[in-house]
């Protein structure tokens, strides 16, 4: 079985410019969720999606991200503008369902940003 | 507020020497503690899923206990391919994940 697939694997890029990440989960997953890891940190959950529909997000700064999940399967997550702080690890993870009785979630191998 | 912490922050071992991780927390309404394991590189891998206080779950090396505050990974005999960052995640009833900061193990061969 094919696990969680993330691009790229590694980005560069200048303050206050565009970024996007894109994430495939794992087949017939309902449940997909965004994680920012900062270095030395826990993963912090940043947005879930239920199909194509937000269940979560009330720690994603909505001023500068967004993320969408077309037709419940692949996911993108955009950050515009990018801030120094920004610099960590994306994490994109899926799950059965998601609302079910403690669901496993499975982790892709991220995305590294450094914002420079 | 669910919080999460883990100890030691880093913990350095000897092959063959065992020991012991732990993850405190203070949730409302548990309703599972997950141990995963990270790779430099990589995303985390998951271990195991405990639901209820007494409850044990074993793999190779690894063995996580879990009561009403704490969870313990023990790790018996480990070796070098062991060495990686440990994360305990609980999900509280109606909430999301929330992980602690984990635990760097290094084990020296």
């Known amino acids: 079985e094919a696990g969680v697939a993330q691009s790229p694997r590694y980005k560069i890029i200048e303050k206050r410019q565009s970024v996007a990440f894109w994430c495939n989960p794992i087949s017939g997953h309902a449940t997909l969720y965004w994680y920012q890891q900062i270095l030395g940190q826990g993963p912090k959950l940043l947005i879930q999606f239920q199909n194509n529909g937000v269940v979560d997000d009330s720690q994603l700064p909505k001023d500068r991200f967004s993320a969408e999940r077309l037709k419940g399967v692949d996911s993108t997550l955009k950050i515009q503008p990018a801030k120094l702080e920004d610099s960590a690890v994306y994490l994109c993870?899926?799950?059965?369902?998601?609302?079910?009785?403690?669901?496993?979630?499975?982790f892709g191998p991220g995305t590294r940003l450094l914002v420079l | 507020e669910d919080q999460v912490t883990q100890s030691p922050e880093a913990l350095r071992l000897q092959e063959g020497e065992s020991s012991s991780l732990n993850c405190s927390y203070t949730v409302s309404g548990l309703r599972g503690l997950f141990w995963y394991r990270q790779d430099p590189g990589k995303g985390p891998e998951f271990l195991f899923t405990?639901?209820?206080a007494g409850e044990e779950k074993e793999k190779e090396r690894l063995k996580a206990t879990l009561t009403k505050k704490e969870s313990f990974l023990h790790i018996t005999a480990p070796k070098p391919e062991d060495s990686a960052t440990y994360l305990c995640?609980?999900?509280?009833?109606?909430?999301?994940?929330?992980f602690g900061p984990g635990t760097r193990l290094s084990v020296l061969p």
């Open positions: 995640a609980v999900q509280a009833r109606g909430q999301n994940f929330v």
């Open positions: 405990l639901y209820s």
């Open positions: 993870a899926s799950s059965l369902e998601g609302w079910g009785w403690q669901e496993t979630q499975y």
